[in-house]
């Protein structure tokens, strides 16, 4: 039986209103679609939810009414406002840091989200850039999202139809001259619009090696041959188990978990997230 049909002497569900939560599934009752949410954005006055389906499609809805949750009618309001208690170092000064090194503001709310964007290539770039820049980003009103693989960044940047007030910034693995990453990031740079895309890069060939190896007892990471998967070479390197997926999850988490701020990453990542977030955050941008 189909959990939205109402029977013709059965009472008709009153809606109740519910604040938006990420990762909430929701389905659009005029539509059908259905699917996760990843962001709320601000447009003309009235605040959108971003929903993802299983296939990865993003679509943009009204808040308000006209939800399905867990089968029954919502008036999704927007998300109640997060307010954490400031964490992090403390400057010579006495006021709280971000991990990334920049002044924690308290007591202000993180703000919509905008309409640029970053995109990360996976998710292991994704949770370490939340942990050294989320607080940043989120003051800003920046989300970042995920490629899945750098291969798919021409068709992420075509539907995403960059503007001077809609820009883009893309952090990408290994962007060395000669690399595949080098030449996609030119065909990118060439599309219509690429001129608001930045795309910047580190050179390692995977973003575990933008933590500082002392981190993990080692004084560099491991060479690993090529043709052998470099986070399996690198466990294997630590002697860490790396028999499958699930030991690389949890190899990465340790890692991970040794990064307390942006003292513990190299260089050459900290200046590009910085740039990144400099760009999409200029003035006139969205």
């Known amino acids: ?8 002497t059965a009472v008709r569900p009153e809606s109740v209103h519910v604040a938006l939560t990420r990762g909430m599934v929701l389905e659009d009752r005029q539509t059908g679609f259905v699917g996760a949410a990843v962001a709320v954005e601000k447009s003309g006055g009235k605040h959108l939810v971003v929903l993802e389906d299983r296939r990865g499609v993003h679509r943009a809805f009204p808040l308000g009414p006209g939800f399905w949750l867990e089968g029954r009618p919502v008036i999704v309001d927007p998300p109640a406002p997060r307010r954490r ?4 170092p403390v400057s010579a000064g006495g006021r709280r840091l971000t991990a990334s090194g920049s002044y924690a503001v308290e007591g202000k709310r993180a703000r ?13 770039d994704a949770e370490l850039v939340e942990k050294v820049w989320g607080d940043d980003l989120r003051h800003e009103g920046v989300v970042v999202l995920m490629l899945d693989g750098v291969d798919n960044l021409e068709e992420v940047m075509a539907a995403f ?7 883009a910034g893309v952090l990408v693995d ?15 740079r060439a599309m219509p619009g690429g001129e608001n895309v930045l ?3 580190h050179p390692y060939v995977d973003v575990w090696q933008a933590v500082r190896p002392a981190r993990v007892g080692l004084q ?17 390197a630590l002697g860490w188990p790396h028999a499958d997926q699930a030991d690389i999850a949890r190899g990465w988490q340790r890692i991970l978990a040794t990064v307390r701020s942006y003292k513990d990453l ?8 910085e740039e990144l977030i400099d760009f999409v955050t200029a003035p006139g941008t969205r």
């Open 220 to 236: 560099a990471w491991p060479e690993i041959p090529r043709g052998t998967d470099i986070k399996h070479g690198t466990l294997e």
């Open 174 to 188: 290994h962007l060395v001259p000669g690399s595949k990453e080098s030449r996609i990031a030119e065909q990118v």
């Open 112 to 124: 919509v989200a905008r309409a640029s964007r970053i995109w990360v290539e996976g998710k292991h």
């Open 1 to 8: 039986m189909d959990p939205h049909r109402v029977g013709p």
């Open 85 to 88: 208690p400031p964490a992090g």
């Open 266 to 273: 190299e260089p050459s990542l900290l200046g590009r997230m």
């Open 161 to 167: 139809g960059p503007s001077p007030q809609r820009r």
């Open 199 to 201: 795309i910047l890069g």
